[in-house]
């Protein structure tokens, strides 16, 4: 029995503790705007927040969770949403529908989340960052529109201030 | 309003709140599967509610944008806000036939093409409709009223209805049998990009794909299929999966915490459990023994040299010759001079992101499915002999579709949901592995081409020889279309190609693998183009020609394919050098394709460092395909299509070992990375054609565009993918 928490709420859950969070989300707990692409942590198509990191719910167990604050996509976003309506999540969110990246869109909930986190971190990335940190698989080919929709959601940000943590952890330096 | 408008909108409303408006266009072909089985040909339905417009549409969204250019097809000529148009999947139904394919699927570039008159005369009709209801209403002709915007308004009397109010009275309106079409100058969507309909819930995440479909009482269940391509299920020994005495009372199938059943298919094993983590982990301690059948030897090797070695073949029962015009093995034997190349294209996996996935609800008197699928209409054809059933008991939902690229027209998976559903008594969601997947497609074929060209002492081209060698895909989807056992099929790129020559011999020659092969993006026409515009590029290096001008002088005939290629030429700066780099060779190759009614020209350039390392720089790419809807969606499209070409050029391959494929996964069988994606460039060609085909016919032109780009940088003509297995040190 592993209590963890997600998008803010604690969870309790009686899944073996190898279970990777992924299939916790999925199966459940019904959060399936997490989507499973590989299982072996190369697509990012699971991509969640944890302490407000990019990591792939595929790899992770439950077990090695207790004490961490996770976010999905529903956290993000839409009715389970734990953050500002102004977040920074909005910001990209808008910024994907903005520069219209979704092809069959089942990249995007992960790459969101990729996004955030590194604009969390570096709030006006250089397109090396980018290319550094948004290792997300696409195989519908919208790459050239996520680097523009990054740049348009960096651009949306104040210049000076940091992004805000929804958790009140300052960003990483 | 005026109180007469909500009396008659209370009127309207009292029934169901949202009312369905159906068409019966009579003047439209109705496929010949259908005739006599439904005497309601109807070829659109629109559902409206006092504030939304949704539009049912009946081909699968699988990114190439249908959920939203399908609608504004109706919405145009309906006359309504992009703001309240919706858009909703259709449930199988012969209506919603494809008329160019004969049956409800989606692929080959035809939905647009296949929609764009009679749903825009849906929408017309529509809106006749309404206003002939507000003309009974306020009992004023018809030609005193204006219907734009959503509302239907009698400015003599200064009275307005919205169409939803009017909706249930329109649809009882007789239909207009030939409703007049807006001028295109007047179009207020068509040609401009509204935003996408099915994007805001897939950015976050409440979009439904197959892999998401909840239902009550729901299990789960995980597969493993034999290895070996082809072979089937031996003996299955689950007792490592029996509860242990602790568990025992906790478990009423005898099984372990979690695990409901072990089943048994043809060729795989399933465990269906209360999750999929738990179906996963229980199938890899089942103990398997395998009939491998007749593919258990199969290689790469062997494979590839069956096709090689039956280029030779003088076999005229082996040969399905294509086009012959003029005496091409004359021309070339008298040639001054001849060029000939031999072009090896790998076997290549689907891979969409989401992997192969079903949910299937079989009762004694019928089956529902969910799943993201391009084939609707198959499964009531395969499952009734399987299940017992009538056809009429097969629904079919379709989800969204994670990416297909051609993947989601086979039938597998939701088989398989079927008769695990049937197994357990319960509803289940199948989903496969990626191993599963990248392990167990219908691969795009690999072909072995040969290409000789002939040339006369003044360097023009005399004779055109092209064998193509591959296993079919028609010999298992669609055996009757086969000709004395020969897949013409194959050659498909080829007999329409646009280049002028004299003389031309194209044929294919049939060799089956044991590899299970299908239609990847773009058909036959990925390998096709591969090898037309490679032999195009090595004729222009042989005799000294810049290749984009050697194929302006072979298309003075065909100004439609010249404009394509100007237009090339000129955006992608082709006469100007490229910017040196220093550690590399800089290099720009050229291809064009004609496929799906679209004509597609790319320009490829190239960085090939000195230690070997490739990077595309930038893609600049020119589209003629008619009539553009959407321009926006035909952009993404050819960029998506590009990439996914693009990804396939360089590093994609499917091999094969002892029968089993030896690719497994994203780390062997790699994708294209954000941060090796180039710059990509899209034209669009201004017309009034039909609209044509885009997601597609983007694809074709990528990878000799590439190769012919390393050509130029390098000298170094590669005749065999992916670029990977290639060398590209200076030397
Ligand atoms: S599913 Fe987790 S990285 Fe692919
Ligand atoms: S949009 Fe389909 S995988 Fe990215």
């Not at chain 1, 996004?115 to 290319?131: E, G």
């Not at chain 2, 994670?402 to 199948?430: H, T």
């Not at chain 2, 060799?511 to 004729?539: C, K, L, Y």
């Not at chain 2, 390098?714 to 030397?731: E, K, N």
Request: proline share 7%; hydrophobic share 45%.
């Amino acid at each position: 029995m592993v209590t963890l928490t997600i998008n803010g709420r604690p969870v309790t859950t009686t899944v073996a503790n190898d279970t990777p969070l992924l299939w916790l989300l999925r199966d459940q707990l019904e959060l399936t705007g997490t989507k499973f692409g590989c299982g072996s942590g190369i697509c990012g198509a699971c991509t969640v927040l944890v302490n407000d990191e990019a990591i792939r719910a595929c790899s992770v167990t439950v077990a090695s969770l207790a004490d961490a604050q996770i976010v999905t996509i529903e956290g993000l976003a839409g009715e389970g949403r734990v953050q500002q309506p102004d977040s920074l999540a909005e910001q990209v969110i808008a910024a994907w529908i903005a520069e219209q990246v979704p092809q069959c869109g089942y990249c995007a909930p992960g790459l969101i989340i990729a996004t955030v986190a590194l604009l969390r971190r570096t709030p006006h990335p250089s397109d090396d960052d980018i290319d550094a940190a948004i290792t997300n698989l696409c195989r519908c080919g919208t790459y050239p529109r996520i680097r523009k929709a990054i740049h348009r959601a960096a651009s949306a940000l104040p210049q000076s201030s940091h992004a805000q943590s929804p958790h009140g952890t300052p960003p990483a330096p | 309003m005026s109180p007469l408008i909500n009396l008659s909108r209370r009127a309207v409303l009292k029934g169901s709140g949202a009312l369905i408006l159906g068409f019966h266009l009579p003047f439209l072909p109705v496929p010949a599967a259908m005739a006599g089985s439904s005497p309601m040909a109807i070829n659109a339905w629109l559902k409206m509610s006092s504030d939304t417009v949704a539009v049912i549409v009946a081909r699968s969204e699988m990114g190439q944008g249908v959920f939203t250019t399908l609608p504004m097809l109706v919405a145009e000529e309906l006359d309504v806000d992009w703001q309240t148009v919706r858009a909703e999947m259709a449930p199988l139904d012969p209506v919603y036939a494809n008329p160019l394919l004969g049956s409800m699927k989606t692929g080959n570039g035809t939905s647009l093409a296949s929609g764009f008159l009679p749903l825009r005369q849906a929408g017309a009709a529509a809106r006749l409709m309404l206003m002939a209801a507000a003309a009974r209403i306020w009992r004023v002709p018809l030609t005193e009223l204006t219907a734009t915007a959503g509302v239907v308004g009698h400015a003599p009397s200064d009275r307005q209805a919205s169409y939803g109010a009017l909706a249930g009275l329109a649809g009882r309106q007789p239909v207009p049998p030939d409703p007049p079409l807006r001028d295109p100058t007047t179009w207020t969507l068509i040609g401009r990009s509204p935003p996408r309909l099915d994007s805001p819930a897939k950015v976050i995440g409440q979009a439904t794909f197959g892999v998401d479909v909840r239902l009550p009482n729901l299990l789960h269940a995980a597969i493993r299929h034999c290895p070996v391509l082809g072979g089937t299920l031996g003996k299955i020994d689950d007792s490592a999966l029996k509860a242990k005495a602790k568990d025992k009372e906790r478990s009423p199938t005898g099984y372990r915490p979690g695990v409901i059943a072990v089943v048994p298919l043809t060729n795989a094993v399933a465990v269906v459990a209360e999750s999929w983590w738990q179906a996963q982990t229980a199938l890899a301690d089942i103990a398997v023994s395998w009939n491998e059948g007749a593919n258990a030897d199969l290689t790469s090797a062997s494979l590839d040299s069956a096709l090689t070695k039956a280029l030779d073949t003088t076999d005229s029962h082996a040969i399905a010759i294509a086009v012959s015009h003029g005496d091409a093995d004359h021309a070339i034997a008298g040639a001054a001079r001849v060029v000939e190349a031999v072009y090896h294209q790998p076997f290549l996996a689907h891979a969409p992101l989401e992997p192969m996935s079903a949910t299937a609800s079989v009762t004694a008197t019928g089956c529902t499915l969910w799943l993201p699928t391009q084939d609707q209409e198959q499964y009531a054809k395969l499952l009734p002999p399987l299940l017992g059933l009538k056809p009429s008991q097969i629904t079919v939902n379709t989800t969204f579709l994670g990416g297909s690229f051609g993947r989601r027209l086979e039938s597998d998976f939701g088989i398989q949901a079927a008769l695990l559903s049937k197994a357990v008594g319960r509803p289940v969601r199948l989903v496969w592995s990626r191993e599963e997947d990248i392990r167990h497609d219908f691969y795009r074929p690999a072909s072995v081409s040969r290409v000789t060209v002939g040339l006369d002492a003044a360097d023009r081209l005399i004779g055109w020889r092209h064998r193509i060698v591959a296993p079919s895909i028609l010999a298992r989807v669609d055996p009757g279309a086969l000709k004395n056992g020969l897949d013409s099929a194959m050659i498909a790129g080829l007999d329409d190609q646009s280049y002028a020559l004299p003389a031309l011999l194209i044929d294919s020659v049939r060799r089956d693998t044991g590899v299970p092969v299908g239609f990847w993006r773009s058909g036959w026409h990925s390998n096709n183009a591969f090898s037309t515009e490679s032999m195009i590029d090595e004729v222009a290096a042989a005799i000294g020609r810049d290749p984009g001008h050697l194929r302006r002088t072979l298309l003075t005939d065909v100004p439609r394919t010249l404009g394509v290629l100007d237009l090339v030429i000129a955006r992608a700066h082709w006469d100007r050098p490229l910017a040196p780099v220093t550690g590399g060779r800089r290099g720009r190759g050229l291809a064009l394709h004609q496929a799906f009614g679209s004509v597609v020209a790319e320009v490829a350039e190239v960085t090939v460092f000195d230690d070997g390392r490739l990077r595309v720089d930038r893609v600049v790419a020119v589209v003629d395909c008619g009539l553009v809807v959407h321009p926006d969606v035909v952009k993404s499209q050819i960029e998506g299509a590009i990439l996914f070409g693009l990804s396939a050029a360089l590093t994609g391959e499917i091999t094969f070992d002892k029968g089993q494929v030896l690719q497994s996964n994203f780390h062997d069988a790699k994708a294209l990375t954000l941060a090796e994606a180039p710059t990509i460039e899209v034209y669009l060609v201004e017309s009034r054609e039909a609209p044509s085909g885009v997601s597609d016919a983007g694809t074709p032109p990528i990878a000799p565009a590439l190769t012919n780009a390393i050509f130029d940088a390098t000298g170094q003509r590669l005749r065999r993918l992916p670029v990977a297995d290639h060398d590209l040190r200076a030397q």
